[in-house]
């Protein structure tokens, strides 16, 4: 991606409409021309990433289809904004990306205290692709945002006491849980005020993280500053922890104690963005402060996050890194507004990836605040209404103690009490002020000699009202100790039933990508079949799935336990679970029996409630449905479906007075219920999947009619839809609906407007999407559509032989169908372990879409993992050069399939000729091919006699153009690249330069590889003959005898994927083989170490066993390509 283009991009903000000029907030809907770099569409194909590590969890993205493409160019275009204004601060909520906070502006300051990227600047990090950076993203249900590129639907509320809610929903797209934020500004307040409900909607337990992602602008003289009782810091999932603010111990593979000198004395500080050289994140544990945020001394100003630590004691940072690698990704990010940090504020954790529970119908509520301060320096405490900072200098020194400090005010607040004293009550120092916003105070006080800056207290007083207090002594004392999280250790290795369960369930719960719960739990029974807990974990799991016997069965395994002694069991929950699995069996009257017993425990009663009064519904039993109703509200009053159900039966019984105040209160409650907003008459505005949500309530309830019009609204909605891709399934949950109505010929023509519709990015992913689609073809088996879209969710669900049987009906029916043939062939690969079949499949798939390059992609992928030779392979892409110049990815093979036969200038050209866009998770991938091609040209042309020639390729290949995306980690070891450039310069007689090249080289330690540091690496044989160079073999011997008992070691560690990786760039979508791969690894450092010294024809032998195996192993062709030239290895 080029990243910069013609001139810079200015956001321009409109002016408050005159009408609104008197209001004490003014918010008005009114667009935003903002230059954009568009996503290009996604691509058409399910994609089944049922490995990926994304952000820690599992990045499994079905059912959203997966951009991967953003426009090399921007262009203006008007985003839908909300505009929010009062006589301090400035905001705009953007509804087309995920409802964020795009623009926070502190009016009195000049100063944006949320990072305004004046461009929409999505880079390849989002869970489906395009992400931005800037303002406040909400993340929720996951990290990040799935919806973050999605719109939210909005209604804005505006209050008689002046102030202004701008509320923004979605049902998100994995669960259809409904999470809304509002954000709030009150008149005379320069306050954002967000208040979130996270609503459970569906019938089952659902795991949820929320963090507000604030990005503020850096630079050397920003800080970021946390309570002052935090004095460790943590890393995702706990996997490792350092001091704060001062490392105190290597954090992200930084020796940062290392790095303090008399030049650079805070070089440890955590809290310095200049510190940070390579992406780190760190979280706060275990603090009892409230607040934390961001001070930019250039500027004078910052914001503040407050929030109470029992409901939010998420508290981080990130950064990409003050260093080449960051800057990098901060040009993918904007054209010209430069770095930023995230300052994330998580509810219900205190780390990344933690997931915690929402049950069947809970609502979560809680509120968040954030505002500017300005020439207070770095706060030290704060509340929603003040903040304070005190520094006491010069106790240290021998002379006069100063006391420093600055008081910040939300609203207006004359005559407030500023006072100091000592911890004992002592008065050091008073003065009453006039404060605002705009004017916060500035102090400082000579403190009596001996003066100890732990003893002062500094309060604001309003009248008789303790404003704010600040007391060191309080943070005062170690904070607990945090020990590194560990990975459990395997099922048969665990000591206890109970662990295996609670293991299991930890997996489950956090989502884990490459651990599965189930063989804990099936461990378990092993041990105990009766297991109450394991057994209904298990059956869920087959819930999820549609296995309803085998769900059945478990459930019945966990009850026999549970009523072994007591009749009346402690947990409803498997009886609660025994009900839904009977409901989609059609025994409604054991299901209602199930619930009624489940509803005996406090916890289950709500969710039973509402599930009995639907059973009730459906047989028209109107008045015991509504009491029913009416016990889960008092449970779970904020139970929106509950509420909404009971309007239409209080309808149905002529209780309209009634209805109407539920309805009033239940809109009050929440303005974006589109399902009230239905009740009430009111349009639907929302997308069609939405209204499909709501066509399962009224089914499910009984409520026929009611669903066949939002039915209806449905396929209205997804005609206009982008990448929706709801049409198909909507015309088949119209067919339900009317097979349920009894009209069956239109029941027909919807399967028949099914048929005709468009698929493309249809994909299927509920309960009730199976049901409908196992439904149509039980009336039409030969339907090719419902039986593709049905193997979509059937692999999903990893129901795989349901999946290939179901796809290969739809092929029969519809040959022409390329999804459904890719489809198979990944199957083949993942599932059957056929090659063969694999290849065929893509083969028909190419043949049904010859112009589509993702599918290109994906067979190149195919050939690259079933161990096609590069010469094949190439041939096959350049039969089709245009559509290789479509994709990044592609056309980065096609370079290092041109390296592999020798075309290196080509290879050279063609990443010349490219702007990369690279993703998060996959970085060095472009760069690495970057250096082995000017590495390459760099040898011929040494082998050549041209040095001066090898010495320019090899300065390119150190100080890579920007237009590859990309810049070197700080951790990667390049010490081939200086070694090289050292024998370039020995050549053309230049021995210092040369020996200070090869010094560079011969001290490179460790490395950087697969998004984690590395003790050693296919690098490490390049240092040693460094040393070799500079004279001291003893020291490369040394070396080469540690990178043998790396390789020793690497061979006795088992091969797994990293428990605590973070991004996993090798697992996306066919499955690897892992033993294979690091078998490969461990074959290749002996060939290097071999080569080192001197033994090249064991070298070569062991590099053309590696290639034997697998024809596209780059070290290995790069290392007999080696063996071959005597002056690139050493001698004994």
Request: glycine share 6%; aromatic share 8%.
């Amino acid at each position: 991606m080029s990243t910069t283009t013609g001139d810079p991009s200015q956001l321009v903000l409109p002016p408050v409409p005159d009408h609104l000029r008197d209001r004490a907030v003014a918010v008005w809907r009114e667009p935003l021309e903002i230059d954009t770099y568009e996503p290009l569409d996604p691509d058409r194909y399910p994609m089944f990433l049922e490995s990926r590590v994304y952000q820690g969890s599992s990045g499994r993205v079905y059912p959203l289809p997966f951009h991967d493409r953003i426009s090399s160019e921007k262009r203006s275009r008007p985003w839908d904004a909300i505009h929010i204004e009062n006589e301090w601060i400035r905001l705009v909520v953007l509804p087309e990306l995920g409802g964020r906070i795009h623009i926070g502006y502190d009016k009195a300051s000049g100063y944006d205290f949320f990072y305004r990227n004046n461009v929409i600047k999505p880079a390849l990090v989002g869970l489906a692709g395009p992400w931005i950076s800037g303002g406040v993203e909400f993340n929720w249900p996951q990290h990040h945002r799935p919806g973050t590129f999605m719109p939210v639907d909005v209604e804005v509320e505006e209050r008689e006491d002046g102030s202004v809610t701008v509320w923004c929903s979605d049902h998100e797209p994995f669960h259809r849980m409904k999470g809304m934020h509002g954000v709030t500004v009150h008149p005379d307040r320069a306050v954002v005020q967000v208040d979130v409900r996270l609503h459970n909607r569906t019938e089952d337990t659902r795991t949820f993280l929320w963090w507000a992602n604030v990005a503020a602008r850096v630079h050397d003289d920003f800080q970021s500053f946390f309570p002052p009782d935090v004095s460790v810091v943590a890393d995702h999932a706990k996997r490792a922890t350092t001091g704060f603010p001062r490392a105190t111990t290597p954090y992200y593979g930084i020796d940062y104690p290392s790095r303090v000198s008399q030049d650079a004395p805070d070089a440890d500080r955590l809290d310095w963005y200049r510190n940070i050289p390579v992406p780190t994140s760190y979280m706060v544990v275990g603090s009892r402060g409230d607040f934390f945020g961001g001070y930019d001394h250039a500027a004078q100003a910052g914001f503040v996050h407050w929030a109470d630590h029992h409901v939010s004691p998420g508290k981080k940072q990130w950064t990409w890194g003050n260093a080449p690698f960051g800057w990098a990704w901060d040009e993918q990010l904007t054209d010209g507004d430069g770095p930023y940090v995230e300052l994330m504020a998580g509810v219900y954790t205190d780390n990344q990836p933690d997931f915690s529970f929402l049950a069947p119908g809970e609502t979560k509520t809680f509120t968040q605040y954030w505002y500017p301060v300005q020439k207070v320096g770095v706060v030290h405490q704060a509340t929603p209404e003040a903040a304070v900072s005190l520094v006491v200098e010069g106790a240290d020194q021998g002379g006069t103690p100063v006391a420093r400090f600055g008081v910040a005010v939300t609203s207006t607040r004359p005559g407030l009490r500023l006072r100091l004293e000592r911890s004992s009550g002592e008065e050091l120092w008073e003065e009453d002020a006039d404060l605002a916003p705009d004017r916060p105070f500035e102090g400082s006080v000579s403190l009596p000699a001996g003066a100890d800056a732990d003893q002062l207290v500094l309060r604001v007083l309003e009248g008789d009202r303790e404003l704010l207090r600040l007391d060191p002594s309080s943070a005062a004392g170690a904070q607990e100790p945090v020990e590194p999280a560990t990975e459990p250790p395997s099922p048969e290795d665990v000591d206890t039933v109970e662990e295996l369960y609670l293991t299991g369930l930890h997996l489950a719960q956090y989502r884990h990508a490459t651990r599965s719960p189930e063989p804990y739990w099936r461990e378990a029974l092993r041990r105990d079949p009766g297991d109450s807990r394991s057994a209904t974990a298990l059956a869920t799991r087959a819930y999820e799935r549609g296995e309803l016997e085998q769900a059945e069965e478990l459930l019945r395994t966990a009850l026999t336990r549970l009523v072994a002694r007591n009749p009346n069991p402690y947990d409803g929950e498997p009886l609660y679970r025994l009900g839904l699995v009977l409901v989609r069996q059609g025994r409604e009257t054991e299901a209602y029996d199930a619930f009624a017993k489940s509803a005996w425990n406090a916890a289950w009663a709500a969710p039973a409630a509402v599930a009995m009064a639907r059973s009730l519904a459906r047989r028209q039993k109107y008045e015991p449905a509504v009491v029913l109703l009416d016990q889960a509200l008092a449970k779970e009053g904020g139970h929106l479906a509950a509420r909404d159900l009971q309007v239409a039966l209080l309808r149905r019984l002529g209780q309209d007075q009634r209805a109407q105040q539920l309805l009033a209160s239940t809109l009050e409650l929440d303005p974006l219920d589109w399902w009230a907003r239905h009740l009430d008459g009111q349009p639907l505005h929302c997308d069609a999947r939405t209204c499909l949500d709501l066509v399962v309530e009224c089914t499910g309830s009984g409520l026929l009619d009611d669903a066949l019009q939002l039915v209806d609204a449905a396929v209205e909605r997804s005609h206009h839809e982008r990448w929706r891709g709801v049409e198909p399934l909507a015309h088949y949950y119209r067919a339900d609906v009317l097979t349920r109505l009894g009209r069956h010929d239109d029941a027909a023509a919807a399967r028949a407007d099914a048929r005709a519709a468009d698929p493309t990015y249809c994909f299927p992913h509920t309960l009730d999407d199976a049901a409908v689609l196992r439904l149509a073809l039980e009336a039409e088996p030969a339907d090719p559509r419902a039986a593709a879209l049905l193997g979509h969710w059937s692999y999903d669900r990893r129901r795989y032989d349901d999946a290939i049987a179901l796809w290969r009906r739809a092929v029969e029916g519809d040959p022409g169908d390329a999804v459904c043939w890719r489809n198979l062939g990944v199957a083949a690969h993942n599932v059957q372990h056929d090659a063969d079949l694999a290849v065929g499949c893509f083969e028909r798939a190419v043949a049904a879409a010859p112009d589509d390059a993702r599918l290109r992609y994906e067979a190149d992928q195919l050939a690259k993992r079933t161990d096609h030779p590069p010469a094949q392979r190439l041939k096959a892409l350049e039969d089709r050069l245009d559509l290789v110049a479509e994709r990044d990815d592609l056309s980065l093979e096609h370079a290092d399939l041109l390296l592999a036969v020798g075309r290196t200038t080509e290879a050279r050209e063609s990443l010349l000729a490219r702007h990369f866009q690279p993703w998060e998770g996959g970085e060095g991938q472009v760069l690495g091919t970057w250096e082995r091609t000017h590495l390459h040209l760099a040898r011929t042309a040494l082998a050549e006699g041209r040095p001066q020639e090898a010495q320019q390729m090899l300065e390119a290949a150190l100080e890579p153009p920007r237009h590859l995306g990309e810049g070197p980690h700080l951790l990667a070891n390049r010490s081939e690249l200086h070694l090289a450039l050292g024998d370039a310069l020995a050549a053309q007689g230049q021995p210092e330069q040369a020996a200070a090249a090869w010094r560079t080289a011969a001290e490179a330690r460790g490395d950087f590889q697969a998004m984690a540091p590395q003790p050693y690496s296919d690098k490490t044989w390049w240092s040693a003959q460094a040393w070799r160079r500079l004279g001291h073999p003893e020291r490369a011997e040394e070396l080469l005898a540690g990178l043998e008992a790396y390789a020793d070691e690497l061979q006795r560690t088992p091969a797994v994927v990293d428990y605590f990786a973070t991004s996993l760039p090798t697992l996306l979508l066919f499955g690897d083989d892992l033993g294979r791969r690091r078998q490969q690894s461990v074959d290749l450092l002996r060939a290097q170490a071999a080569a080192a010294r001197g033994h090249r024809d064991q070298a070569a032998r062991r590099a053309l066993r590696i290639l034997d195996a697998d024809p596209n192993h780059q070290g290995a062709q790069d290392l007999l390509a080696l063996t071959a030239t005597p002056s690139s290895v050493e001698e004994d």
